[in-house]
């Protein structure tokens, strides 16, 4: 594995936690949605699709971190 640990699909997030791509940091945040992937607003990274991926560089849900992590 290189030096970025593939997390999975986190499912301990909180429902308002902003998540960041390890790839662009694209940072995805509940309260704005995604208009590229037509998210609503309020909706949680745990709730997204499961084919959802980074509207920015087209990641896997895997590379995202909770932003503000520091493990």
């Known amino acids: 594995m290189t030096g970025f640990e593939?997390?999975?699909?986190?499912r301990n997030v909180e429902d308002d936690a902003k998540m960041?791509?390890?790839v662009?940091?694209?940072v995805y945040d509940p309260a704005e949605g995604d208009s590229v992937?037509?998210?609503?607003?309020?909706t949680p990274f745990?709730?997204?699709?499961?084919?959802?991926?980074?509207?920015n560089c087209d990641a896997a849900q895997s590379r995202f971190m909770r932003l503000g992590e520091n493990e």
Do not use: M, S, V, Y
């Open 20 to 22: 960041e791509c390890g």
């Open 37 to 42: 992937w037509q998210i609503p607003p309020g």
């Open 46 to 55: 745990t709730a997204l699709p499961e084919d959802w991926r980074c509207p």
């Open 24 to 26: 662009c940091w694209h």
């Open 6 to 10: 593939n997390f999975g699909k986190q």
